[in-house]
C-alpha cells in the first residue's frame, strides 16, 4: 500500500512563499520516484517537478522559483515555492510511481501509480 498525504497550501499574496509538504509511506517497496502536479479549476492538469534519485525535473514556468527535495529521514518530500505568481493558483497533487519519470518534449506524464488528495494554493495579485 502506498499513500500520500499534502499539506502547506494557503492563500498568500504575488511574491511571496511557500513550502509544501507530502508525507509517504509505502509498505509495497515500489515506490522510486516522486512528482508534484497542480491543477487550476477548468484547466488540464500540469506538471510541476519530479524526482528520481539524485535527478530533478521543472516545468518550464516554474524553473528557477520552485525547487523539489527529498528528507529521507522524515518520509517526506517538499517542494519550496518562491516569487509565487496569480498563475500558480492551484490544486497541488503529490504523486509516486514504480519507474523513473516520464518526460516527453519537456512535459511530465500524469500517468503515475499513486496519487494525494491536494493541498490549495492561492496567489493573488
Known amino acids: 500500500q502506498v499513500q500520500l498525504v499534502e499539506s502547506g497550501g494557503e492563500s498568500v499574496q504575488a511574491g511571496g512563499s511557500l513550502r509544501l509538504s507530502c508525507a509517504i509511506s509505502d509498505s509495497t517497496g515500489v515506490t522510486v520516484s516522486w512528482a508534484w502536479f497542480r491543477q487550476a479549476p477548468g484547466k488540464q492538469r500540469e506538471g510541476v517537478a519530479a524526482i528520481y534519485g539524485g535527478s530533478t525535473y521543472y516545468a518550464a514556468s516554474v524553473k528557477g522559483r520552485f525547487t523539489l527535495s527529498q528528507d529521507s529521514a522524515k518520509h517526506t518530500v517538499n517542494l519550496q515555492m518562491n516569487s509565487l505568481k496569480p498563475e500558480d493558483t492551484a490544486t497541488y497533487y503529490c504523486?509516486?510511481?514504480?519507474?523513473?519519470?516520464?518526460?516527453?518534449?519537456?512535459?511530465?506524464?500524469?500517468?503515475?501509480?499513486?496519487w494525494g488528495q491536494g493541498t490549495q494554493v492561492t496567489v493573488s495579485s
Open positions: 504523486a509516486a510511481d514504480s519507474r523513473p519519470p516520464l518526460v516527453e518534449r519537456g512535459v511530465l506524464r500524469d500517468a503515475l501509480l499513486s
